[in-house]
């Protein structure tokens, strides 16, 4: 699971995106100044970083050649009512990747959030235990054996996989993997799961894959 370093001071604002974020699958941490936001990037290693400019503590341009001293590679994106050319230009000679404007959308926000995670290197196989997804083949191993997987059924096991560690809900699965987003059977998920099971021989309670009764399906190691 992508994980999303806030820093901003305004709790209307962290808790929005916060919200926004987990509800399109990120996980998040807030840091309301900028000393704590160096912390937690220092003790979490994020994924990216939302940076507000005007921050108690340390202001966010300190807080950005901070972490450049430190880290060349995460996205840093700034969101700020901070809009002359000047102050942009600042924002983005400080290390920041892209700069928003307040107010911005949700929706815009999230774009530019998946555009750096694209530009991301991706890795070419996910892993669930002895379990190798190779995602530019759609090949799948268990330890050294092959295993057929239909195109539905491997698309499950990578979102799965992907959010490993973390329960991932009937409603969402429909909505992430099938595409749907009207009420639906998502009954058609456990037939899926019990295939995926069958075919990599996971055993249903203590394997990689586990059942939250009521809830949806966790993928651990």
């Not at 990689?208 to 809830?215: A, E, P, S």
Request: hydrophobic share 40%; net charge negative; aromatic share 10%.
């Amino acid at each position: 699971m992508r994980h999303i370093l806030i820093i901003e001071d305004e709790s209307g604002i962290y808790n929005f995106l916060k919200q926004g974020l987990e509800e399109e699958g990120y996980s998040t941490s807030i840091a309301v100044d900028g000393k704590q936001g160096i912390g937690l990037f220092q003790s979490q290693k994020p994924d990216l970083i939302l940076l507000d400019w005007m921050l108690p503590k340390m202001n966010g341009i300190d807080v950005c050649k901070a972490i450049r001293e430190k880290d060349s590679e995460t996205p840093i994106l700034f969101l700020t009512a901070k809009d002359t050319l000047q102050e942009t230009i600042e924002g983005l000679q400080s290390g920041a990747n892209d700069y928003i404007k307040k107010p911005f959308s949700f929706e815009e926000l999230l774009e530019r959030i998946k555009i750096h995670f694209r530009n991301k290197t991706e890795p070419d196989t996910l892993t669930l235990g002895n379990i190798f997804l190779h995602l530019r083949t759609y090949e799948v191993n268990v330890d050294s054996l092959d295993v057929a997987l239909t195109q539905r059924e491997f698309e499950l096991l990578e979102f799965l996989i992907r959010n490993k560690g973390r329960v991932c809900k009937r409603d969402e699965i429909i909505e992430k993997v099938w595409g749907i987003n009207f009420e639906y059977d998502t009954g058609v998920i456990d037939v899926f799961i019990n295939a995926i099971r069958k075919k990599l021989n996971l055993d249903k309670d203590n394997g990689y894959i586990k059942t939250i009764r009521g809830v949806g399906y966790i993928a651990n190691d």
